[in-house]
């Protein structure tokens, strides 16, 4: 079962209606209300984008990152999930000059799971990884953003900086991660 940890983003219910369409099999649950002890009931996590910066949420999306890691557990980190992400390993994000807001096309440039080639993508954010902690590998760029996906060396732990859930290539990209 997959676990979507809504973070606030507004985007979220483009996530869902995605997953329901698709017929993927998810619960959906916030940080504040979510039991770190039953993490042992789902086989993968989506990490949602957020609209505000707050510590708890913060620690929770670390742990639940920090839980993937140690069981080898599907995740994928949405944007504020990618930032997250990196952060709990070491990495560091900035503020953007400017609001990234709208279609961007990336490019993947590293062999992968879930993605290859070129993808029309939305952007949707004011913070962006500004550096990657070793361990974690970028797999796309594009000419705004040198970080837009990410992956924890060999496993199935991934980050996007852009949204997923607002572009086919992103949906594409959703599904072929949920398929691992």
Do not use: W
């Not at 809504?6 to 099999?25: A, E, V, W």
């Not at 732990?157 to 572009?167: L, V």
Request: aromatic share 10%.
């Amino acid at each position: 079962m997959l676990l979507v940890v809504d973070n606030g983003s507004i985007y979220t219910k483009q996530l869902i209606d995605f997953l329901s369409k698709k017929m993927i099999p998810f619960e959906k649950q916030t940080p504040q209300y979510l039991n770190l002890n039953l993490l042992v009931n789902y086989d993968s996590f989506i990490l949602s984008g957020r609209r505000k910066n707050e510590k708890r949420i913060n620690e929770i999306n670390s742990k639940i990152i920090t839980y993937c890691i140690k069981n080898n557990i599907k995740l994928l980190g949405i944007c504020y999930g990618a930032e997250i992400l990196a952060l709990t390993l070491g990495g560091t994000i900035r503020k953007t000059s400017y609001l990234q807001k709208g279609n961007e096309l990336i490019q993947t440039f590293k062999d992968n799971s879930i993605c290859s080639g070129s993808l029309d993508v939305y952007e949707s954010h004011s913070f962006e990884i500004a550096k990657l902690p070793n361990i974690l590998v970028p797999l796309a760029k594009s000419k705004n953003c040198k970080y837009e996906i990410i992956q924890y060396e060999k496993k199935p732990i991934f980050g996007t900086q852009f949204h997923p859930e607002m572009s086919q290539d992103g949906n594409d990209l959703i599904e072929k991660f949920y398929s691992l």
